[in-house]
C-alpha cells in the first residue's frame, strides 16, 4: 500500500517504521525542515516499552532512560504524603522507563531511515480528504492520493476536532543535570502541591545520548492566563515561590531564568471520528489530554502497534478501520475518562478538592486493593490493552 502520515512524532515514527518494515511504501510528511524532537522528558510504561520491543528497540529506550519505581507527592505546608505510586504493588518487576525527549526521537528516526521511510519536511498540512486519500498543505498543493493517510500532528491537530479552549493550567519545564547532592531520589518521580494552584515537580530523565550525564525534567505548573504575567515579572519573585513550596529544590530554580523554561498548554478531547473514510487519526491527534497520567507517548505508540497489526491483517480500508478500534477504543475511553477525572485534582483552582485529595483519597488509596489499582492505572494496564493486541 502506498501510505502517508503527517507529523514525525512518536507516533508517526513508529507507525512508519512497523508499515516500511511490513513493506508498504511510506511518506512521512513533517512542517520542518528537518525532523525534530519537541516537548520535556516523558515516562514509557510497560505498554510502551512493549510495543519498542516488539521494534527492537526497547533493550536501546531502557539504556538511555532512568528506571522510575515510584510516583511521590506531598502537600506543603502539612507534610501530608498525598501521591505514592509503587509500580511494585501491581508487580514485582513493574517499572517505568523516564526518558528525553531527544532520545527516544533518535531512536525512532534511526529506524524509521533504516526501515526506509521517505520523508518531505517543511510541509505544513492543512486539511484532508478521507474520501480520496489525500492531504492539501497550507500554500494550496494536494498530496497523493494514497491508499491510507495517518493523522499523528498531535493535539493541535488541523485535522480533527478542536477544543474550545485549553485546559486551564499547563507547565513550566527545563532539562537539567541532575542534582548531584542527593536530596532527590534518581528512582522517583518526584512532586510538591500547595493545593491545587501550585505544583512543582522533579523526574529523572535519563541521558540524551550514550557517555552524557543523567538529566532531569524539572516542571512547574502555572495557568495558562497567567504566562505572560510571569515570563514579565522579575525572575527572583517565582524563585521565592519555588523555594517556598519545595526548599530542596532550590539548588535548582537558582540556576533557572524565565528563557530556561518552555511552557506546555494542554488540550482534552476525543476526536469523535477517528476513521473516516482513508484517513485515520492516533495518539493526540484522536485523544488529547493532559499528562497527568503521562501516558501520551504509550497511548500513540500502542495506537501505532494497533493500527499497523490491522494493516496486516486485511488491505481492506473497512475491515482495517473495524479492527484498529476494537483494539484501541475502550483502552482510549477508560484513559481519557480518567484523565478527566484525576486533573482538576492537582492542576485546578478548586477550594473543594485538595482538602478530598488529602484527608480522604489519599489515606484510603495506601489500603489494598488501592496500590496495586494505582499502579495498574500509571503504568497503562487498565483495560488490558497489551491483550487486545496480544503482546502478552
Not at 29 to 34: I, N, R, S, T, Y
Not at 77 to 103: W, Y
Not at 289 to 298: E, K
Not at 357 to 363: C, L, Q, V
Request: aromatic share 8%; charged share 20%.
Amino acid at each position: 500500500m502506498d501510505i502517508a502520515i503527517a507529523g514525525a512524532g512518536i507516533g508517526g515514527l513508529s507507525l512508519a517504521t512497523l508499515l516500511a518494515r511490513a513493506g508498504h511504501r511510506i511518506e512521512i510528511f513533517d512542517q520542518f525542515l528537518k525532523a525534530a524532537p519537541v516537548g520535556s522528558g516523558l515516562m514509557l510504561q510497560e505498554t510502551g516499552l512493549a510495543v519498542l520491543g516488539e521494534m527492537g528497540l526497547r533493550q536501546q529506550a531502557e539504556a538511555r532512560s532512568s528506571r522510575i519505581d515510584r510516583l511521590y507527592g506531598r502537600a506543603e505546608p502539612s507534610g501530608r504524603i498525598v501521591l505514592d505510586v509503587r509500580f511494585s504493588a501491581l508487580r514485582k518487576t513493574l517499572f517505568a522507563a523516564a526518558i528525553q525527549r531527544s532520545a527516544i526521537f533518535d531512536l525512532l528516526y534511526r529506524a524509521a531511515q533504516a526501515a526506509g521511510v521517505s520523508f518531505t519536511g517543511g510541509v505544513e498540512i492543512a486539511s484532508a480528504d478521507g474520501r480520496l486519500g489525500t492531504f492539501e498543505t497550507s500554500d494550496g498543493r494536494q498530496l497523493g492520493p494514497f491508499d491510507l493517510i495517518i493523522d499523528c500532528l498531535g493535539a493541535n491537530s488541523p485535522l480533527s476536532s478542536t477544543p474550545k479552549s485549553d485546559l486551564p493550567f499547563g507547565a513550566l519545564w527545563a532539562t537539567v543535570e541532575w542534582p548531584a547532592g542527593g536530596e532527590f531520589s534518581n528512582t522517583d518521580l518526584e512532586q510538591r502541591y500547595y493545593a491545587a494552584r501550585q505544583m512543582s515537580g522533579l523526574m529523572p530523565s535519563g541521558t540524551p545520548k550514550e557517555g552524557a550525564p543523567l538529566t532531569a525534567t524539572y516542571f512547574w505548573s502555572i495557568e495558562g492566563s497567567g504566562e505572560a504575567a510571569w515570563r514579565s515579572q522579575n525572575i527572583s519573585k517565582w524563585r521565592d515561590d519555588a523555594r517556598r513550596l519545595w526548599p530542596e529544590s532550590a539548588g535548582i530554580v537558582e540556576r533557572l531564568d524565565h528563557g530556561d523554561l518552555t511552557f506546555a498548554r494542554y488540550r482534552h478531547r476525543t476526536h469523535s471520528r477517528p476513521v473516516l473514510g482513508r484517513l485515520v487519526h492516533i495518539g493526540d491527534a484522536w485523544h488529547a489530554t493532559s499528562p497527568q497520567l503521562g501516558q501520551g507517548a504509550n497511548m500513540a505508540l500502542l495506537d501505532a502497534f494497533a493500527l499497523a497489526k490491522a494493516v496486516e491483517a486485511s488491505s481492506e480500508i473497512g475491515d482495517i478501520h473495524r479492527a484498529f478500534l476494537s483494539m484501541r477504543r475502550w483502552h482510549v475511553r477508560l484513559y481519557q475518562t480518567m484523565s478527566w477525572l484525576f486533573t482538576p485534582v492537582y492542576q485546578s483552582n478548586s477550594r473543594a478538592l485538595p482538602p478530598l485529595r488529602d484527608y480522604i483519597a489519599a489515606p484510603l488509596s495506601r489500603v489494598p486493593p488501592a496500590p496495586a489499582f494505582l499502579a495498574a492505572m500509571v503504568s497503562g494496564a487498565l483495560g488490558r490493552p497489551l491483550k487486545s493486541l496480544d503482546l502478552v
